[in-house]
């Protein structure tokens, strides 16, 4: 199984509502990602989690908050979000020791709308 | 500050073969580089990564030169298919808090 899963595909969310991303993969990979992709722009790098805890936060708005339960799961809570922040929200995981080489296996990505 | 740059688009024909140059005037000697093709409202996919001299795998090859300021991904004989936006990634310091994408190029191969 060479496949990270997210859910929602698509996602429509008002302000003040309290919604959360799903990502799966069963790689066995130790280290799994957080993007953020606005429409024709490369995707920016938002969370790492290295072995089930946080090590990048790439100062990240607390209105988004990630979570890693286990090895083959990450969620990323959303709350109180901005119309701004409609975008296209990508999960990635990598075995730890391909981290430094930039080698990630993408998920298929969530389309959060923020009305 | 690492930049990592590309051609805003490129257009080809099929079955010709297709050069993307990424320019990264800061990474050092171990740093990585590695290549992506994305289609719309997909993931990026991971095509090939080396950090010097050449490359090559199934579906690419990659170019690095000695000097490492640039590389270029080489895709042989496109098709209609391969029409997609290229990014290199380009992993800075052997840390992944500077793992930087590069712009990305729009390939659009035509009949």
């Known amino acids: 199984d060479t496949e990270v899963t997210q859910t929602p595909k698509h996602l429509v969310m008002g302000m003040t509502n309290k919604k959360s991303l799903k990502c799966e993969q069963h790689m066995g990979h130790r280290a799994m990602y957080w993007y953020k992709q606005k429409a024709k722009k490369p995707p920016e790098l938002m969370f790492v989690?290295?072995?089930?805890?946080?090590?990048i936060n790439e100062s990240v708005p607390s209105r988004f908050s990630p979570e890693c339960p286990n090895s083959s799961l990450l969620n990323l809570h959303l709350h109180a979000l901005q119309p701004e922040d409609s975008a296209l929200y990508l999960c990635?995981?990598?075995?730890?020791?391909?981290?430094?080489?930039?080698?990630?296996?993408f998920g298929e990505g969530s389309r959060l709308t923020v009305l | 500050l690492a930049k990592t740059t590309q051609p805003i688009s490129m257009d080809s024909y099929e079955g010709q073969e297709v050069n993307i140059t990424c320019s990264h005037n800061?990474?050092?000697?171990?740093?990585?580089i590695t290549w992506y093709q994305q289609f719309p409202s997909q993931g990026p996919r991971f095509i090939i990564q080396g950090y010097k001299t050449k490359v090559t795998n199934e579906v690419a090859s990659l170019f690095i030169p000695a000097d490492r300021k640039s590389s270029t991904l080489s895709l042989p004989r496109v098709s209609l298919s391969d029409t997609a936006v290229y990014y290199c990634l380009v992993v800075y310091g052997g840390a992944t808090n500077k793992l930087i994408f590069g712009t990305g190029t729009l390939l659009a191969v035509q009949p």
């Open positions: 990635a995981s990598s075995q730890e020791d391909r981290t430094y080489t930039g080698e990630l296996f």
């Open positions: 800061n990474i050092a000697t171990n740093d990585y």
């Open positions: 989690y290295s072995y089930e805890k946080l090590s």
